[in-house]
């Protein structure tokens, strides 16, 4: 087998979707599951959209990711410049070998005209606006004459009428078009540049690609691409064309219907290593049920035949549950450091907390929450005493007689000395032996006092946690205030 050389092309629109991080990461881990490279090229050819430091972002997204390339714009490579935008001579040196075999040829059409052409063929409800092949007559000498005369045009492919265009591809195995229904395809514009069309079958020649992988969207192309590689004689890569992402009304996946690019899933506190793992069930799995996936595990498992064909839908609930899965599996120290910076950013950030302090929330949250800032924002009552009490907590747990017992547990625990978990909850169960009731009746308003909920880890974690003198306090506040 050739050697494996992947790479991942996307036009730089100034982020990374999520979509371009399931063609980046299927890329990359069928390159190193192959022992093969993997390359970033940048097609960015089509100048009207340019996006001032697009390239930065997603190499940057890419990055965070764990996605490293072999070769691309910063690393550089024997196959490069990797921009495409830099490799203008190359696409023009290309394209006179196809006018010459006339496989391509100039067409001067106006803007004007193309129109025309497009609203009568709209009229004639044909299924798609094709271009009439009206310039593939112009002589030599009218195509001198308009050369001379500064007319703009454009370079395009000659495709033949009926002709069945075959390919196969991984995933969708045989794919046939009819030519008939395929354009003549731009190939060079009028400013000079390529089309992506063009740039991407030269690019993937000269870099030696072996695997086309990318999306779904991109089979239409591909009938075009292989009549170029065709027409050059050039072999043709393996193609895969990975299924859509769909939203879970199984609409082709928006940014009206939530956040699409890896920068918004990265500020929202999701591990990278959570939306990698639920970036690859995208469309593949392994065989089994298995979902909890690391990189390493994803490499050695990963193949394109066990891709599917039919749309992937975006479940944003599974890549909840997968970062609290990815949580777990984090020591409590990695989490102590990611901790730290979100204090940083929150409202306790003037705030002095021991790192034994801290993992002790961590220990009695760890699988309670999804995200690391839920260690601050679910439990806020670690950081600061409750100012109020969640009030149908106070309706079912505190009646006439819960202020006395209340008072009573309290003094107990007042006269504990260096208390542990255990003896504040053997306080608690001699208060309610001598008082003759059952402990809930002391449990859920001790909750209630010293946390202002009715939710979080048992109750004497928090009392441990959070100590005794405070504990005290937060009981006699709690007195004043719930009558
Ligand atoms: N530049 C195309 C994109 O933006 C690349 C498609 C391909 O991989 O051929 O996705």
Known sequence: ?????????????????VGGLRTALYNYLFARKNNGKFVLRIEDTDRSRYVE?????????????????????????????YLQSQRLDIYQKHIQELIVKGDAYYCFCTPARLETLKEEQQKQKLPQAKYDKLCLSLSKSQIENNFSNKIPFVVRLNVRPNQKIIFDDII???VEFDSNNVDDQVLIKSDGYPTYHFANVVDDHLMEISHVIRGEEWLSSTPKHVLLYDSFGWERPVFAHLPLLLNPDRSKLSKRQGDVAVE???????FKEALVNFV???????????????MNELINNFSLERVNKSGAVFDIEKLNWLNAEHLRKKTNNDILLMLKESIQKSEFSNQNYSDEFLLSIIGAMKERVSFVNEFITSCQYFYTAPTEYEQKSIEKNWDSETSNILRKLRDAFASLQNPTKEDFELGLTNVATELNIGKGKLIHPLRLAISGISTGPGVFDIVTILGKEEVIKRIDTALEKIK
């Not at 992947?6 to 982020?15: E, L, Q």
């Not at 918004?264 to 999701?270: A, H, Q």
């Not at 392994?286 to 909890?292: C, H, Q, S, V």
């Open 1 to 17: 087998m050739k050697s494996v050389r992947v790479r991942f092309a996307p036009s730089p629109t100034g982020y990374l979707h």
């Open 53 to 81: 430091g697009a390239v930065e972002n997603l190499t940057s997204a890419l990055k965070w990711c764990g996605l490293d390339f072999d070769e691309g714009p910063q690393v550089g490579g024997k196959f490069g410049p």
């Open 172 to 174: 969708r195995s045989h």
């Open 264 to 270: 918004d899933y990265r500020t929202k506190g999701f």
């Open 280 to 294: 690859a069930l995208l469309g593949w799995n392994a065989g089994d049920d298995k979902e909890f996936y690391l």
